[in-house]
């Protein structure tokens, strides 16, 4: 059993910067971040594989965002930069402990989830 302890996030107006933290308590393998707005489904941000070979974004993010991880701490990172209103959401982050053939993108390779940290943006 593998805990994900999510920090950071608040609020920040348009043009501002924020870091999302997500420690995990064991070791893992890939591990991502989604976030889900009121009333939308939740929705694929960024992946980042335990080596950090493979990296993905959603294509909305316009390099605006950056994920990376330290494995020494068992910690992913979310850096995201030139925040606009449309960002405002609860910010999730996942990992993998096994590979279970899904992509990347889909909520459902993922094994263990954080408790949700919200990011609201404003105009």
């Known amino acids: 059993q593998v805990q994900l302890v999510q920090s950071g996030g608040g609020l920040v107006q348009a043009g501002g910067s924020l870091r999302l933290s997500c420690a995990a308590s064991g070791r893992t393998e890939g591990m991502a971040w989604f976030r889900q707005a009121p009333g939308k489904q939740r929705q694929f941000v960024a992946f980042?594989?335990?080596?950090?070979?493979?990296?993905y974004y959603a294509d909305f993010l316009k390099g605006r965002f950056t994920i990376s991880r330290d494995n020494a701490k068992n910690t992913v990172y979310l850096q995201m930069n030139s925040l606009e209103p449309e960002d405002t959401a609860v910010y999730y982050c996942?990992?993998?402990?096994?590979?279970?053939?899904?992509?990347?993108?889909?909520?459902?390779?993922?094994?263990?989830w954080g408790q949700g940290t919200q990011v609201t943006v404003s105009s």
């Open positions: 996942a990992a993998e402990v096994n590979n279970n053939g899904a992509a990347y993108y889909n909520a459902l390779r993922y094994d263990y």
């Open positions: 980042n594989s335990r080596s950090g070979s493979k990296t």
